[in-house]
């Protein structure tokens, strides 16, 4: 039997979510519920307030 070979791959990903809403409200064993516990577990959460927004060039004199 040939060999496996294991490839890693590492992709950012930013998932946007009020988490409590969806833990409150998604079945316990429903696939977006494991997505939810798995992110939960693997990923790093950032409070919303701490989120810099982006504005495109042509925003910033509307802003200013």
Do not use: C, F, W, Y
């Amino acid at each position: 039997m040939p060999e496996e070979k294991v490839r890693l791959v590492v992709a950012e990903q930013i998932v946007v979510a009020d988490v409590e809403h969806l833990r409150k409200n998604l079945g316990p064993r429903g696939e977006a519920r494991v997505m939810l516990d798995h992110l939960g577990s693997h990923a790093q959460v950032v409070s919303a307030d701490r989120l810099i927004p982006t504005r495109e060039a042509a925003q910033l004199p509307v802003l200013s």
